[in-house]
RNA sequence: GGAGAGGUGUCUGAGUGGUUUAAAGAGCACGCUUGGAAAGCGUGUGUGUGCUUAACGGUAUACCGAGGGUUCGAAUCCCUCCCUCUCCGCCA
């Protein structure tokens, strides 16, 4: 959420921010919203002023024996006059927030600007395309082939889109989990949860997944309560309304399961494990000072694309341009993996720095250097996705007889084994 | 799911309708004291919002788990909900 005094101040800009990033916000309406709301406050402030020292005053006549009826009928009057203003100052109250709820972040001046994906600049790239001297065959026909995951059973019990992982499918998946987790946390510096996969609606609302985009979530109504899409959710949420007193930056790192509708792109790169309902992924967060964001941005960057670089993985990191970014970030790279059975690139990781829009949401703060509560910056990036990584995995390092071998980090995670046959 | 007990500031903890403007203590910060430290003494010590200020700040208002209600006035009374603890039930 963006600071309405920031708004309010500089109008202009954020009018500007907004054109750049090709949302359809209503600058203007906020503003009006927050003129009232100011009005009816001081309004309803004064009179609140009134009525406590008419109050006191009832107070010392009863102790005095004098009757205070007459004054007692007159502040009926007002009573009522501020319970129906306070009404007022509820309902604009509301509509201002909700507003600015759906007001996504302003992109950083760093965030180059640009309409759409065409326009996002390769920032780097590391390692080179593998070159295969027979036809590859995509992850979809190599999983079926070695039994690693039943797309089909898996559809069976839940839904196209929820994969089943079986055998070495599925301790792959296990042994890629702990090896990003073991790097993360002993080289890294993050510190490893296990996080609720569910959360309610507050903490949806504190990251930037409600109110606006309810439909990519699926939710379980009975009980308020939404699958997570991203670890995101509940690490960022558990420090809501708080002032956080321990040392920033604060380094967290989870294994989660993550769900998501992906209402909207049905039939788009759907065949195999490519856009899946269900996924795991190893996530990274950061809670950082205003001053060492964009810092720490970079180093979560490098950290993600330091599972890539262990496991041997040509890939480039692109940068969002600001008709590409996502809601609730001012700065974002992807990190992008080759697969030469596809000859494309797959999104493994998104590391975005989102300033202190989704602090300002869940109200997150620390003490700065002058003991003042100030809201912190979040930082957070895949470490990555699972589902892609697999898929790149299986198609660059596939053999001629259809066999794959694993990447060497991997065999102490994998019982020894070097090669899915 | 049932019964009971609770939820007050950084912490402990008092407060059952009106100088509570949330007592007191601890902690913390600053000052005095000291050769230096401790002790002692003194002062200060939250958050949001509105107005105001070049700024320090000032001022008003709200906040005692959350949201409503009663009242001239609510931490205090009433209602709904959430959370924690204990016991019971169910259960991996």
Redo the contacts with the bound molecule.
Sequence with gaps: MLD??FVRENADTVKAAMVNRNADVDIDAVLAFDRRR?AT??EV??L??E??T???S??LM?KEGKDPEAI?AQ??EM?EKI?AMDEEL?EVDAKLREALLYIPNLPAETTPVGQDETDNPVVRSWGEKVELDFEPKPHWDLGEALKLFDLERGAKIAGSGFPLFTGKGARLERALIQFMLDLHTEEHGYTELATPFMCNETAMTGTGQLPKFAEDMYSVPLDGLYPIPTAEVPITNMYGNE?LGQELPILHTAYTPCFRREAGSAGKDTRGLQRVHQFDKVEMVKFTTPETSAEEHEKLTLDAERVLQKLGLHYRVIELCTGDLGFSAAKCYDIELWTSAQDKWLEVSSCSNFSDYQARRANIRYRNEDG??TFVHTINGSGVALPRLVIAIMENNQNADGSIDLPEVLWPYMGGLEKLT
């Design positions: 309405i005094r100011r406050i001081s402030d004064e609140k002023a009525r406590n008419i109050s006191k009832i107070g009863i007692k502040m009926r009573g319970a509820r002032i003042k509560a």
